[in-house]
């Protein structure tokens, strides 16, 4: 083989290619306050918090759908609003997005900014925005949400089975597909613990941990007893259609708080992964760190700012989708 030979004139082209590359970057990033000024005299933001807020005042249970909406956007290509796409390949069609709801409020809020500004906001912004509005009325600290993403193009439901795991991902291959994001520990258990504040889990996601753990025919050990015996009252062996709070904190269940690391560390865990967090090496103190403390409350957004800052596409990326359901 020869050896192949470079020429200054190809040195230079890739130089140019890298300084654009790192220029575009630095250009098209996300920001706070993206939207100002670019919808005549409306406030973006705020035409999104009346719709949430109002459908929050009919339905608490919208702030479920919404924090479990943005992560499997975010974590299949990236904030992009892929998953909103239909089709009958998409990413909705894989089995762990069979239960994301809240596409009508997305809905909602897009028809309304289509008829204010045609063509400015993307479907991948309101998601993060109405997020946020949402776990503001949840009772989590109000954080400045940054704005700026483009709507993907594609969705693939073979890309959605890759990136979310199911409820029985050991706690370490959960922690290599959150470092794989730009999420670090610290941010994987914060992101469990505030989506699994709130929301439901159908029984069908823990059945065998209350009646065959690991084929042993018994229960899984790790569970509360007490909380045992609750959850197989709502959800009979033979299997059946019912969920359960995933905080099994009294009161607590449509809060965004703590409470979630307070009952994990009682073992009343719904979902395996959610219990073994509270006892692996690698995310207990950080467990118990949240639950004792009050630094839930100031962390959990940064957290949330980083999950949708994930794979992003911006500038000229992507484009901004007139309908959330299809690309232009
Ligand atoms: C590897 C990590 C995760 C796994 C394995 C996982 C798994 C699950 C499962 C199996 C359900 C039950 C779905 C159902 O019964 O319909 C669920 C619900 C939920 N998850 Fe996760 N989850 C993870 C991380 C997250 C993160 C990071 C968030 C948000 C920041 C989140 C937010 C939610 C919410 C809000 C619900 C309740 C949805 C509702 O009430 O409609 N999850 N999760
Ligand atoms: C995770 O990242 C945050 C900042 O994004 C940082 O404050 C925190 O110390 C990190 N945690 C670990 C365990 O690296
Ligand atoms: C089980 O739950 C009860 C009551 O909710 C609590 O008092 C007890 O400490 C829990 N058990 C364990 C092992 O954490
Ligand atoms: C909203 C949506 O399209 N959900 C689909 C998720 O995937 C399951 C199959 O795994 C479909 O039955 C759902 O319709």
Known sequence: MTKARVSPCSWMFAIVILCMTLFGQSYAQLKVGFYFNKCGTNNVEQVIFDIVTAAFQNDRTIVAALLRM??????????????????????????????????????????????LCPGTVSCADIIAIATRVAVFQAGGRWYNVETGRRDGTISNVIEAQNN?????VPVA???????????????????LGGGHTVGV???????????????????????????????????????????????????????????FYDAIRQRKGVLQLDQRIAQDTLTASTVNRLSLTGDFTFQFHAAMIKLGRVGVLTGSQGQIRRNCHRVN
Request: glycine share 6%.
């Open 70 to 115: 943005h992560f499997h956007d975010c974590f299949v290509r990236g904030c992009d609003a892929s998953l909103l796409l239909d089709g009958s390949t998409s990413e909705k069609n894989a089995g762990a997005n069979a239960s994301v709801r809240g596409f009508e409020l997305i809905d909602a809020c897009k028809a309304r900014l289509e008829q």
């Open 164 to 168: 979310l795991p199911g409820p029985t």
């Open 173 to 191: 291959n959960a922690i290599t597909l959150f470092n794989s994001k730009g999420l670090n520990v610290t941010d994987f258990v914060l992101l």
């Open 201 to 259: 889990i159908h029984c069908n996601f823990f059945l065998d941990r209350l009646y065959n753990f690991q084929n042993t025919g018994r229960p899984d050990p790790s569970m509360n007893t007490t909380t045992l015996t609750f959850l197989q009252s709502q959800c009979p062996p033979q299997g059946s259609s019912n969920f359960v709070f995933a905080d099994q904190t009294r009161g607590s269940e449509f809060r965004v708080d703590k409470a």
